[in-house]
């Protein structure tokens, strides 16, 4: 399995999380999946969280979300929701993680983490990588609650998949309400009906994020995507190139929304 692909379902794992929560919703130091802290420090609900998911503990991660969830998620709807998580299933670990920001405002506070992963695969071994997350936190009857920020990347995926499936219909929701208001789905439809990289042969095969700027519930990235052109008639590759995509995101209805932007 190549990096790109692990890449992927590790992403759509943490996805899953993400988007069940989000639907309500500089520290330097590195750590074992095992260290503590003290109560104060809302790094105790990292701990918390990479422990329940190192042992699948469905409960725990439920009851350490924060009330605002739970009040509009059931534990068996959370529970039917992480059922495929790749995070969460057997010979998936995190062993250790490495907090590269963080921001506490009162009963408040926000944190990326660098989470390193073990998995166990009975085709592909042993594979080892690394991930990075956004947490939101909220302390809650003496303890901090946690949940994670969806990443506007988790977009581009979506988007690219679109593409690639050729679903016109998604890339027209993957849009900005304010997008959709202006330019009505006919318009859409009509100005896309000869675009290039929906026709048949053309495929994204991979991207890589050059930059990223995240600014509250607005973001903006500039990522190289590798494109494969092949003939129609017999799938022969004609060629294979980069092309780099300025997006904008904007966070609406629990998820990012993706487009364009001019160079």
Same mark, same amino acid.
């Not at 000869?194 to 600014?215: A, C, H």
């Given at each position: 399995?190549?990096?790109?692909?692990?890449?992927?379902?590790?992403?759509?794992?943490?996805?899953?999380?993400?988007?069940?929560?989000?639907?309500?919703?500089?520290?330097?130091?590195?750590?074992?999946?095992?260290?503590?802290?003290?109560?104060?420090?809302?790094?105790?609900?990292?701990?918390?969280?990479?422990?329940?998911?190192?042992?699948?503990?469905?409960?725990?991660?439920?009851?350490?979300?924060?009330?605002?969830?739970?009040?509009?998620?059931?534990?068996?709807?959370?529970?039917?929701?992480?059922?495929?998580?790749?995070?969460? +299933?057997?010979?998936?670990?995190?062993?250790?993680?490495?907090?590269?920001?963080?921001?506490?405002?009162?009963?408040?506070?926000?944190?990326?983490?660098?989470?390193?992963?073990? +998995?166990?695969?009975?085709?592909?071994?042993?594979?080892?990588?690394?991930?990075?997350?956004?947490?939101?936190?909220?302390?809650?009857?003496?303890?901090?609650?946690?949940?994670?920020?969806?990443?506007?990347?988790?977009?581009?995926?979506? =988007?690219?998949?679109?593409?690639?499936?050729?679903?016109?219909?998604?890339?027209?929701?993957?849009?900005?309400?304010?997008?959709?208001?202006?330019?009505?789905?006919?318009?859409?439809?009509?100005?896309?009906?000869?675009?290039?990289?929906? +026709?048949?042969?053309?495929?994204?095969?991979?991207?890589?994020?050059?930059?990223?700027?995240?600014?509250?519930?607005?973001?903006?990235?500039?990522?190289?995507? +590798?494109?494969?052109?092949?003939?129609?008639?017999?799938?022969?590759?004609?060629?294979?190139?980069?092309?780099?995509?300025?997006?904008?995101?904007?966070?609406?209805?629990?998820? =990012?929304?993706?487009?364009?932007?001019?160079?």
């Amino acid at each position: 399995m190549n990096n790109l692909r692990l890449f992927s379902i590790i992403m759509l794992g943490l996805c899953v999380l993400a988007c069940l929560l989000s639907g309500c919703l500089d520290g330097t130091a590195a750590h074992t999946a095992s260290s503590g802290n003290l109560p104060s420090d809302p790094e105790t609900a990292i701990h918390s969280w990479v422990d329940a998911v190192n042992v699948k503990d469905m409960d725990t991660l439920y009851v350490i979300s924060p009330k605002i969830f739970r009040n509009s998620v059931s534990l068996e709807r959370f529970k039917q929701g992480s059922l495929q998580n790749p995070i969460l +299933q057997p010979g998936f670990v995190f062993t250790s993680y490495h907090i590269t920001n963080k921001t506490i405002d009162g009963n408040n506070a926000t944190m990326r983490v660098n989470l390193f992963f073990r +998995q166990q695969n009975a085709t592909y071994g042993e594979q080892e990588g690394n991930i990075t997350a956004d947490f939101g936190f909220s302390y809650e009857t003496g303890e901090w609650k946690i949940w994670q920020i969806p990443d506007p990347e988790t977009a581009v995926a979506e =988007w690219i998949n679109a593409v690639n499936v050729r679903d016109l219909n998604r890339l027209y929701l993957l849009s900005p309400a304010q997008f959709r208001k202006t330019i009505p789905w006919n318009q859409f439809e009509a100005a896309n009906e000869n675009n290039s990289r929906l +026709q048949p042969g053309y495929f994204y095969t991979g991207f890589s994020v050059m930059d990223k700027n995240v600014s509250g519930e607005s973001a903006t990235m500039r990522v190289l995507i +590798q494109v494969q052109q092949s003939s129609p008639e017999n799938s022969t590759v004609i060629r294979s190139f980069s092309t780099m995509e300025h997006f904008g995101f904007t966070f609406e209805d629990g998820e =990012w929304k993706i487009w364009e932007l001019p160079w």
